[in-house]
């Protein structure tokens, strides 16, 4: 008989911890609706809606991407205005990029790279100038840049941006990703020259010499010189400029 009212007592003690716990789980439960439903209201309040709809409108949505263009595009023209305008042949509203491909000074040949990688990384269409493949590139940086200074140098949107160390402090900090924003993007490599930028001349095949019109056999049969004639429609190294990408 006593052991049955120990039994007992302790299934009387079991209901009453298990009754607790339910309590004290259905007070919580209300503590946290009720602090949703504040949080609910704060928001309601500080957006200006009614309390009935927090969900925006489809005018409403199109507004606030609006003025999030707007204020990009504020934030962006107001980054490009921080640099010199200087504007190379055809680079208005793209990125113009002055490198060699030499490897002859490793430095200058490393910070070409280093400028290439940041670029491509960001997917950005650019038109690449190699002033070790043609004079006339490297005649247009020194005379853009008033003097004989040396690749890389980087153009956006007609404003002269720097070398190698300057583009690679503006993407550390961030900026260069908000220059480089509506530039169009890479989609794959030129269909014509495989991203080469250059192609060999058809005219002259590659060596840069055609056959002079007024050759004549036997008149300078002991001159070779007067025998050909500097190809026009390439550059000294036999090679023309990609008509879809340079």
Request: hydrophobic content about 30%.
């Amino acid at each position: 008989m006593k052991g049955m009212k120990e039994r007992l007592a302790k299934k009387i003690k079991l209901i009453t911890i298990v009754s607790t716990l339910k309590q004290g789980l259905a007070h919580h439960r209300n503590n946290v609706d009720r602090t949703i439903h504040h949080l609910k209201e704060e928001i309601v309040v500080e957006s200006g809606q009614s309390r009935g709809c927090v969900t925006p409108t489809l005018p409403e949505l199109e507004d606030v991407y609006e003025q999030a263009q707007e204020h990009d595009l504020q934030e962006e023209t107001g980054i490009l205005l921080e640099f010199e305008e200087n504007c190379p042949p055809g680079g208005e509203d793209s990125i113009v990029f002055y490198t060699t491909g030499l490897r002859g000074v490793r430095k200058t040949f490393e910070a070409c790279r280093r400028v290439r990688f940041l670029l491509e990384n960001h997917k950005v269409m650019y038109k690449e100038r190699d002033v070790s493949m043609d004079a006339e590139f490297r005649d247009e940086m020194w005379r853009l840049l008033g003097g004989k200074v040396t690749s890389p140098r980087l153009f956006i949107r007609g404003r002269y941006i720097g070398g190698a160390d300057e583009v690679v402090a503006l993407n550390e900090n961030g900026k260069l990703k908000k220059l480089l924003e509506g530039i169009s993007l890479v989609d794959s490599p030129c269909e014509c020259c495989d991203n080469e930028r250059f192609l060999i001349c058809f005219s002259c095949n590659g060596s840069s010499k055609l056959i002079a019109d007024h050759y004549d056999d036997e008149e300078t049969s002991n001159d070779d010189n007067k025998m050909w004639t500097r190809c026009r429609e390439c550059n000294e190294n036999g090679l023309v400029k990609c008509p879809l990408c340079s």
